[in-house]
């Protein structure tokens, strides 16, 4: 257990509520209902705006951005470059979310377009995704292809290939110089220099749409109100402590993964420092 990040995230989950900042959201047309949520649930104030003509203003007035690029029409590349472009001209923090990296060239070539244009804060994916991002800077060459936007089967995260795998995404950070925040039944972040992991969450989680999406606007939100680093580390156990609370109630109550979606919100509304504290698996590697 790692208690010195545990107690900085859970202050800075305390900070976000007190503060409420606002969060541009450029996500799926899918998800877009549940990140909302999701960032209120937390106190923070989502935006989601997608006109390429009011992009520069509307994250020009953001604290912080998240582009997801699960929804590709012409309009919303446009608004996606302008957001990023203008995110670190201002000093803005941003996440970004490559959706479905590795399974086809528009999606092999947008990260990139995004990361040459404006370098994010975080890049949150699946390790299919990450890998992806990792092969098209030619850091890596060993991917497996992703099913859909879902993670390989070969790369899901487990006791067993948590080391080599968190070396692989500690280069790929230090390569690009970005955190990176690798998904999963247990959660990779590296700036590069450090390594976490985090072992909480809940496998339902992966049985509704939607739960990476929230993740990266929680990162987002987080990120604007502290360093990227602790922004990954703090938003990733609150999804997955919120996860792993939410299945125990759904269960509880006979329901299915409907219920179970509504509440992960309802967890993520009530989550606070001590239950942070009292139930967050994280170590440093």
Same mark, same amino acid.
């Given at each position: 257990?790692?208690?010195?990040?545990?107690?900085?995230?859970?202050?800075?989950?305390?900070?976000?509520?007190?503060?409420?900042?606002?969060?541009?959201?450029?996500?799926?047309?899918?998800?877009?209902?549940?990140?909302?949520?999701? %960032?209120?649930?937390?106190?923070?104030?989502?935006?989601? +705006?997608?006109?390429?003509?009011? /992009?520069?203003?509307?994250?020009?007035?953001? @604290?912080?951005?998240?582009?997801?690029?699960?929804?590709?029409?012409?309009?919303?590349?446009?608004?996606?470059?302008?957001?990023?472009?203008?995110?670190?001209?201002?000093?803005?923090?941003?996440?970004?979310?490559?959706?479905?990296?590795?399974?086809?060239?528009?999606?092999?070539?947008?990260?990139?377009?995004?990361?040459?244009?404006?370098?994010? =804060?975080?890049?949150?994916?699946?390790?299919?995704?990450?890998?992806?991002?990792?092969?098209?800077?030619?850091?890596?060459?060993?991917? *497996?292809? /992703?099913?859909?936007?879902?993670?390989?089967?070969?790369?899901?995260?487990?006791?067993?290939? %948590?080391?080599?795998? +968190?070396?692989?995404?500690?280069?790929? +950070?230090?390569?690009?110089?970005?955190?990176?925040? /690798?998904?999963?039944?247990?959660?990779?972040?590296?700036?590069? %220099? =450090?390594?976490?992991?985090?072992? @909480?969450?809940? =496998?339902?989680? =992966?049985?509704? *749409?939607?739960?990476?999406?929230?993740?990266?606007?929680?990162?987002?939100?987080?990120?604007?109100?502290?360093?990227?680093?602790?922004?990954?580390?703090?938003?990733?156990?609150?999804?997955?402590? +919120?996860?792993?609370?939410?299945?125990?109630?759904?269960?509880?109550? @006979?329901?299915?993964?409907?219920?179970?979606? *509504?509440?992960?919100?309802?967890?993520?509304?009530?989550?606070?420092?001590?239950?942070?504290?009292?139930?967050? @698996? %994280?170590?440093?590697?």
């Amino acid at each position: 257990m790692n208690d010195l990040i545990i107690k900085k995230s859970s202050e800075i989950i305390e900070n976000l509520r007190q503060t409420s900042p606002l969060t541009h959201c450029i996500t799926n047309y899918v998800t877009v209902r549940d990140c909302a949520n999701a %960032v209120l649930a937390i106190g923070g104030s989502p935006i989601m +705006a997608y006109e390429p003509e009011e /992009a520069y203003e509307i994250t020009s007035m953001s @604290n912080s951005l998240l582009i997801n690029i699960g929804n590709l029409p012409p309009d919303e590349i446009k608004t996606m470059k302008i957001s990023a472009k203008t995110a670190v001209e201002n000093k803005i923090p941003y996440v970004l979310d490559p959706v479905g990296a590795g399974i086809s060239d528009v999606r092999n070539k947008m990260p990139r377009d995004l990361i040459d244009l404006a370098k994010p =804060s975080i890049i949150r994916g699946n390790l299919s995704e990450i890998k992806a991002i990792g092969a098209i800077y030619d850091i890596i060459d060993n991917i *497996t292809k /992703a099913k859909g936007v879902d993670v390989a089967d070969s790369d899901v995260i487990n006791e067993d290939t %948590v080391e080599s795998q +968190a070396q692989l995404v500690k280069n790929i +950070a230090s390569k690009l110089d970005t955190v990176i925040a /690798a998904s999963g039944p247990m959660d990779i972040i590296s700036d590069g %220099v =450090s390594v976490y992991v985090i072992d @909480n969450g809940d =496998s339902m989680m =992966s049985s509704i *749409t939607g739960s990476g999406c929230m993740l990266g606007c929680l990162m987002a939100s987080y990120s604007a109100i502290t360093s990227p680093l602790e922004a990954a580390i703090t938003a990733t156990l609150v999804m997955d402590i +919120a996860g792993e609370k939410a299945k125990k109630t759904t269960i509880y109550n @006979n329901e299915g993964t409907g219920s179970f979606n *509504t509440s992960l919100i309802n967890e993520l509304s009530l989550i606070n420092s001590d239950t942070v504290i009292s139930m967050a @698996n %994280v170590r440093k590697i």
